[in-house]
C-alpha cells in the first residue's frame, strides 16, 4: 500500500478523502473543488482496483453479521461485511498518518465507532452532521430523506441527538425520473416536516433546489455541509 502515497511532508496540508468504494467520489468532488484546489486533495478507496470476486473475498458477509453498503458508479449497491469494513479503514488511517496527512474525510453513511487518529484530524459524517444540523434547524421539524429503505433503522440512531424527533422518507437520488422524490419529499411534508435534510451523498444540488421549490421550505445537503466542514479544516 505505500506505494499509493507520496513523501509526507507535501502531505501535511493536504485533505484526504476516504470511501467504502471506488474514489474519487464524483457526488462529492465536485463541491470540495468549490472550497478548495484540487491538487490539495488527494483520495483514497477501499474497493480501489478489486473486482467483484475481488470484493467477495475480501469483505464478503457471513450470514448473521451486520452489513454495510456503498453504491457503485452506476448506482446499483455492493453489500460489505461491517467488521473487516472498519477494520480495513483502521489500516488506511494509519497508513494516511504515516504518511503525514492531518486532515482525513471518511465518505460513509455508517458509525464507525471504533477508528481513532493519533495525530490527524478524522471527520466522519456520522458524528458531524447530527449536532450541525441540529444547531441550524432548532425549533423546527427536521424530515430526513435517505437512499435505501434498509438504512432507516440506523438512521434513527443516527438523528436521535435532534432536538425533535425526526421523520423519515426514502427515494433512490440515483433513479431516473424523479417521481420517488416528489413523494418522499411530499411524505416528509405531510408529516410536519418545515426543513429537510438530504442525506445520502448520491442527493445532488439540483435534488435541493427542486425540492426547495416544489416544498417551499429549506432543504439542506448533507455533502454540501460535510465539503464547507472540510474546507474549513484544510484552508
Keep these: 500500500m505505500a506505494d499509493m502515497f507520496s513523501d509526507a511532508e507535501s502531505n501535511t496540508h493536504k485533505?484526504?478523502?476516504?470511501?467504502?468504494?471506488?474514489?474519487?467520489?464524483?457526488?462529492?468532488?465536485?463541491?470540495l473543488l468549490e472550497h478548495l484546489p484540487e491538487e490539495n486533495i488527494v483520495h483514497y478507496g477501499l474497493l480501489d482496483g478489486l473486482s467483484a470476486a475481488?470484493?467477495?473475498?475480501?469483505?464478503g458477509p457471513v450470514a448473521g453479521e451486520k452489513v454495510t453498503m456503498t453504491h457503485t458508479e452506476d448506482g446499483s449497491f455492493v453489500i460489505l461485511s461491517a467488521a473487516k469494513v472498519e477494520v480495513a479503514l483502521?489500516?488506511?488511517?494509519?497508513?494516511?498518518?504515516?504518511?503525514?496527512?492531518?486532515?482525513i474525510l471518511i465518505?460513509?453513511?455508517?458509525?464507525?465507532?471504533?477508528?481513532k487518529s493519533t495525530r490527524a484530524v478524522l471527520l466522519?459524517?456520522?458524528?458531524?452532521?447530527?449536532?450541525?444540523?441540529?444547531?441550524?434547524?432548532?425549533?423546527?421539524?427536521?424530515?430526513?430523506?435517505?437512499a435505501r429503505k434498509e438504512y432507516l433503522g440506523e438512521q434513527a440512531y443516527k438523528w436521535q441527538s435532534l432536538a425533535s424527533r425526526p421523520c423519515f422518507a426514502v427515494a433512490n437520488p440515483w433513479a431516473k425520473h424523479d417521481d420517488e422524490?416528489?413523494?418522499?419529499a411530499l411524505q416528509l411534508q405531510e408529516q410536519g416536516a418545515d426543513v429537510v435534510v438530504l442525506d445520502?451523498?448520491?442527493?445532488?444540488?439540483?435534488?435541493?433546489?427542486f425540492l426547495q421549490k416544489l416544498?417551499?421550505?429549506?432543504?439542506?445537503?448533507?455533502?454540501?455541509?460535510?465539503?464547507?466542514?472540510?474546507?474549513?479544516?484544510?484552508?
Design 181 to 184: 422524490l416528489i413523494d418522499a
Design 54 to 59: 475481488d470484493i467477495a473475498l475480501r469483505y
Design 200 to 209: 445520502c451523498l448520491g442527493y445532488q444540488q439540483r435534488h435541493r433546489d
Design 90 to 103: 483502521q489500516a488506511l488511517i494509519n497508513e494516511l498518518e504515516a504518511q503525514g496527512f492531518e486532515n
Design 15 to 31: 485533505l484526504a478523502t476516504l470511501t467504502l468504494g471506488k474514489a474519487p467520489r464524483r457526488d462529492l468532488l465536485p463541491l
Design 107 to 115: 465518505i460513509c453513511a455508517g458509525e464507525y465507532k471504533n477508528l
Design 124 to 146: 466522519e459524517p456520522y458524528r458531524m452532521l447530527p449536532p450541525l444540523v441540529n444547531a441550524i434547524t432548532e425549533g423546527h421539524q427536521v424530515g430526513v430523506m435517505v
Design 215 to 235: 416544498l417551499g421550505i429549506p432543504v439542506l445537503l448533507s455533502n454540501v455541509l460535510l465539503a464547507g466542514l472540510a474546507a474549513e479544516l484544510v484552508a
